[in-house]
């Protein structure tokens, strides 16, 4: 194994000396945390054409907002942040 050091706080200090391993705990969270790094999701935003019922995901905020339907070229309606899983 390899050793790195790490600096902490007065109060993260404490809460590392009561655990039975620490360092074991730690090669855990940091494994964990490889894990999830290939289900961040970026955030989009959605915005939606009433008369042609289509809806449209984008990356920028001020795209979803100012959208226009690519079927009948209308202003389409703003809804929000996306709560569509990919």
């Not at 226009?68 to 070229?73: D, G, L, R, V």
């Amino acid at each position: 194994m390899r050793q790195k050091m790490i600096t902490l706080d007065p109060t993260s200090w404490e809460i590392a000396s009561k655990m039975k391993n620490f360092s074991g705990w730690v090669r855990q969270k940091l494994r964990e945390q490889n894990k999830s790094d290939g289900k961040v999701k970026a955030i989009q935003w959605e915005s939606v054409c009433n008369k042609c019922d289509m809806f449209y995901l984008s990356t920028s905020e001020y795209a979803a907002k100012y959208n226009y339907c690519q079927k009948c070229h209308e202003h389409c309606q703003y809804i929000g942040k996306s709560e569509l899983v990919q």
